[in-house]
């Protein structure tokens, strides 16, 4: 079995600081693990994506993550916030093409 | 990347009435995944819908509730049946990347509906 936890239902930063989100997963085999966003009114967009090859990821829109299997965890991060940035995020570890998805946490992006 | 369309992007349904949601993808796939979003809550995973073979349903959801239809390797149809407020939520399509076993997904931008 395999799941996903988002420490935090939601985070608000001001524009220009940076963006943390948090994320351990669980999984019985090496995971493929997942950043998704979802705008407003809109469909999930992959923002990256870890697949056993280098532990740092690097993603669309200046976003990163660091898989570390010692913690099992894969935390979102990007070091200037912007106000588009505002969205939801979700974390999400995969099995044989069924994703499980964290319960997401929503950002907000102060002036 | 695929290219997903889904009809109708949102509605507003009577209690007790059916919907079908379509999905159209602009490329042929095997398999084609079908989501809920609950009010404020995360992606559940519906079924898998194959071309030719009947859906895969997860634990929770079945048929009679949720009948599928895959005609051809670029279009699926979701149905909500006898349809109660608990059925508001969004329903997105989804598909899979172009390189096998990645796991990624691509995701329609969702159908809104809204059971009165």
């Known amino acids: 079995a395999q799941s996903v936890t988002q420490l935090d239902s939601h985070v608000s930063v001001s524009e220009g600081t940076p963006v943390l989100l948090r994320c351990n997963y669980s999984?019985?085999?090496?995971?493929?693990l997942f950043w998704y966003v979802q705008h407003p009114n809109k469909g999930l967009q992959l923002l990256l994506k870890?697949?056993?090859?280098?532990?740092l990821v690097k993603g669309i829109n200046g976003f990163e993550a660091e898989f570390k299997k010692s913690e099992t965890s894969f935390h979102l991060t990007k070091p200037s916030a912007h106000m588009s940035d505002a969205a939801e995020y979700f974390c999400?570890?995969?099995?044989?093409?069924?994703?499980?998805f964290g319960a997401g946490t929503t950002v907000t992006v102060r002036a | 990347s695929a290219v997903i369309s889904q009809k109708p992007s949102r509605d507003i349904c009577q209690r007790g009435t059916s919907l079908t949601i379509q999905c159209q993808v602009d490329?042929?796939?095997?398999?084609m995944f079908w989501y809920r979003q609950q009010p404020g809550q995360s992606l559940t995973l519906i079924a898998t819908?194959?071309?030719?073979?009947?859906?895969?349903?997860e634990s929770g959801f079945v048929i009679d509730k949720f009948p599928i239809s895959r005609p051809n390797l670029t279009f699926s149809t979701l149905t909500v049946s006898n349809m109660s407020p608990e059925d508001s939520s969004i329903y997105l399509c989804?598909?899979?990347?172009?390189?096998?076993?990645?796991?990624?997904?691509?995701f329609g931008e969702g159908s809104r509906l809204t059971v009165l």
């Open positions: 999984s019985s085999y090496s995971p493929s």
């Open positions: 870890y697949t056993s090859a280098a532990t």
């Open positions: 819908a194959n071309q030719g073979s009947e859906a895969t349903y």
């Open positions: 490329s042929q796939v095997t398999m």
């Open positions: 989804s598909v899979p990347g172009e390189r096998a076993g990645s796991g990624e997904l691509f």
């Open positions: 999400v570890v995969s099995g044989d093409y069924k994703l499980s």
